[in-house]
């Protein structure tokens, strides 16, 4: 069917006079002639996908050649399945490619697409927030580009054009940008006589984050990872269909630990120690790997420079992307640690937008620094840190109490069912079973009680700043200006003890201050509606011609 | 113009929250709320009833099940289980859309709107006008025989992306709609 709806177009798919001259290299001029037009992406694609389907193949055909004997006819019969599956991938992959056509129009950017149903989508360049480079191994080997058009929609309703050239990619995000700027400006020409970022376009782009290979691998020693451990577990228990293993099966480990046991029985004390002395530090080993690699190869030549454009992040070893985010697009700030890295004074800085990055909703700016490196960071972004002589306040006593003893209360429940439980069935565990979520739940308390003098939350010039985390402080940054609503909730207790939660309405994240006393949650309100009606939302755009002076 | 308007609102001496002329507007105890239309009541009545409907049959057919298995486990005597499913629908429709409708409330100021509501869990919602992306007027089917409407506000926080506001009359509704949005157009020119 998908042959035949291939050969004939029954829909209009602009099968221009350019039939066959499917140009991989365009001329330089090409692209503005060609503007307005639909076009196909880079053919090399049909490739990528015919190597995708074919690395999807391997298992059903390793799948395929077990089951049917791999001494005998299973080996060809392997084969053929990979064969198939491949072929099938690299028609399909043709068939879509065919069917995909963009148009770069005066005011908009249109996708053409779909094999029997086709769907047409435009987004208006004043809408693209920004415009992301990413490439993947594969593509990246054949020099494909695949272009992310964010508009703030998330996620999968953003649009992407999956490949195009390099030349063609980075070429396509400039007159993106270019028409955007160009819409823009129009829109406040009036308004807005200088144009401060014309002048700035010239200037050179400076550094303000990088991470050499040594930092990298500091970085790396921190993220110590079992999670290959996990990866290997669910691999053991794929394997099991193929071969005559029960992973599951208790029989299974219990032969194991018998037949092995024989000769580690046979060893003395000492060799024991070793042996287990050495399985612990192959365990340290193999998570120390996993975490070297996986920083490695998210984090190579990590590079965040200050652009006339805005903040342009660079990284990765196998899968290389390159965003741009404007300034005026920056809501808030994160600066979050890990417990221990905490100790060594390590810190990570996320930018709260409403664009994506890589499925969460706020990037990384700096994932491995010190605070005195973040500070330029945070300074370009337009924020501050709070300094030494903020005034901080604090939830109140009642909501500590209240909390540590709702939480608790969960543990003693948990306490009460697992005793009742084991009474019953097996009551030599009692005292262990009870004991448990009791001491869970005053390690709880303990914490609860410990972290409440580390939430705190300070208003400045400009900003709301909130610090909580005991263990492993977090701050939240946000410009009042920037916030969008402003909700006081209260539970029960909450109304009872007179605190409340104070709710902002950030664009692309979460910001909350809880505990805090009913009056200073009026407070605060009250102050950040003043700073939020003087501008207005249409202004805020306009905020960043400020900022960039 | 912009940078005049910073300037003021980065002024670092203002330490207590100065009654300004755009916080008196919008009174901050329950005391200047505006109460929703009388008809929200009728209308939570109506759909609260709707979703008791499956309930009350549900436990007539439990009932008339457990009855007819005989002797062996069902130890309540025929109708409490009747009983109390009705007594909670009851209790749910008479007494719970009066409650709600006591507990909204809503304040239009100078330059934002002010929604209150939650019975145990109350919340109090300030949206400015200047951050408003859309604004909706809905009605159901049951608002729409009783001549009330819902007004949304939309914002693009993540955080309260839309803010309902119903039981209002439908001429209120469109007339806020209205007001809400030349005020939109007047605060940003």
Do not use: C
């Amino acid at each position: 069917m998908s042959r035949a709806d291939a050969a004939s177009p029954r829909v209009s798919v602009p099968l221009t006079a350019r039939g066959a001259n499917e140009t991989p290299k365009p001329q330089p001029q090409s692209f503005a002639s060609r503007a307005g037009e639909p076009q196909r992406t880079a053919p090399l694609s049909v490739i990528v996908g015919t190597l995708s389907s074919l690395q999807s193949a391997l298992v059903p055909a390793a799948a395929a050649a077990f089951g049917t004997g791999i001494a005998g006819p299973g080996i060809l019969i392997g084969l053929l399945v990979g064969v198939v599956i491949a072929g099938l991938g690299t028609v399909f992959s043709y068939i879509r490619w065919k069917r995909l056509t963009y148009t770069i129009g005066v005011q908009d950017i249109r996708v053409e697409s779909g094999v029997l149903s086709r769907s047409a989508r435009s987004v208006p360049y004043e809408r693209i927030q920004d415009v992301s480079l990413e490439q993947k191994l594969l593509p990246r080997l054949l020099g494909l580009v695949a272009v992310k058009f964010e508009t703030g929609a998330g996620g999968a309703d953003d649009l992407s054009l999956t490949y195009l050239s390099e030349t063609e990619g980075e070429r396509l995000r400039e007159l993106v940008r270019e028409r955007r700027d160009d819409a823009e400006s129009n829109a406040r020409a009036d308004a807005e006589a200088s144009e401060p970022e014309r002048s700035a376009e010239v200037e050179a782009s400076e550094n303000l984050f990088s991470m050499g290979p040594s930092r990298l691998f500091t970085y790396g020693v921190f993220e110590f990872s079992l999670a290959v451990f996990a990866v290997a577990a669910g691999l053991l228990q794929y394997l099991d269909s193929f071969f005559d293993i029960e992973v599951w099966d208790v029989d299974f480990w219990r032969d194991l630990a018998e037949e092995q046991g024989g000769w580690i029985f046979d060893l003395s004390a000492y060799g024991q120690a070793l042996g287990a002395f050495a399985g612990l530090f192959l365990v340290v080993l193999i998570g120390s790997a996993t975490g070297m690699f996986r920083t490695f190869s998210r984090e190579w030549g990590f590079r965040l420079e200050r652009t006339p454009r805005g903040f342009r992040r660079r990284r990765g070893l196998f899968t290389r992307t390159d965003v741009v985010m404007p300034v005026h697009r920056v809501q808030g700030l994160t600066i979050a640690t890990r417990f221990i890295r905490y100790r060594f004074g390590w810190h990570s800085l996320r930018f709260v937008s409403l664009a994506q990055d890589a499925g969460s909703s706020s990037h990384v700016v700096a994932p491995f620094a010190k605070l005195t490196e973040l500070d330029p960071i945070v300074a370009a972004a337009g924020f501050q840190r709070p300094n030494d002589n903020a005034e901080w306040h604090r939830a109140t006593i009642a909501y500590r109490n209240v909390s540590i003893l709702w939480d608790v209360s969960f543990f003693l429940l948990g306490a009460l069912i697992a005793g009742i439980a084991t009474a019953v069935y097996a009551p030599e565990w009692m005292g262990l079973a009870v004991a448990i979520p009791l001491a869970l739940g005053a390690a709880n308390a303990v914490v609860g009680f410990l972290s409440w003098r580390f939430k705190r939350h300070a208003l400045d010039a400009n900003q709301i700043v909130a610090v909580a985390g005991f263990l492993a402080p977090a701050m939240q940054v946000a410009t009042r200006v920037k916030l969008h609503s402003v909700e006081i909730a209260q539970g029960p207790f909450a109304r009872v003890f007179g605190y409340a939660t104070l709710h902002l309405g950030m664009a692309g994240g979460e910001f909350a201050i809880p505990g805090i006393p009913a009056e200073r949650a009026q407070e605060v309100r009250a102050r950040i509606l003043d700073t939020i009606a003087e501008t207005d939302f249409s202004q805020l755009e306009s905020q960043r011609l400020v900022q960039a002076a | 113009m912009d940078s005049a308007s910073i300037s003021v609102s980065s002024d670092p001496v203002s330490p207590a929250p100065a009654v300004s002329a755009s916080i008196s507007t919008v009174a901050q105890g329950d005391a200047g709320l505006t109460k929703l239309d009388p008809a929200y009541k009728t209308a939570l009545r109506i759909s609260v009833t709707l979703t008791a409907i499956p309930f009350v049959v549900g436990a007539f057919v439990a009932e008339a099940a457990l009855a007819s298995a005989g002797e062996g486990g069902w130890p309540l005597p025929f109708g409490v289980l009747i009983g109390i499913v009705v007594f909670l629908a009851l209790a749910f429709i008479i007494r719970l859309p009066g409650r709600r409708w006591q507990a909204r409330g809503y304040a239009m100021g100078e330059d934002r709107l002010r929604v209150v509501r939650g019975i145990l869990w109350r919340s109090d919602t300030i949206v400015p006008f200047g951050r408003i992306q859309h604004i909706d007027v809905d009605q159901g089917p049951i608002e729409r025989a009783l001549g009330i409407a819902t007004l949304t506000l939309h914002t693009a926080g993540n955080h309260n992306a839309s803010v309902p506001l119903p039981g209002l009359r439908h001429e209120i509704a469109t007339e806020m709609r209205e007001d809400i949005r030349q005020r939109i157009k007047r605060d940003s020119l």
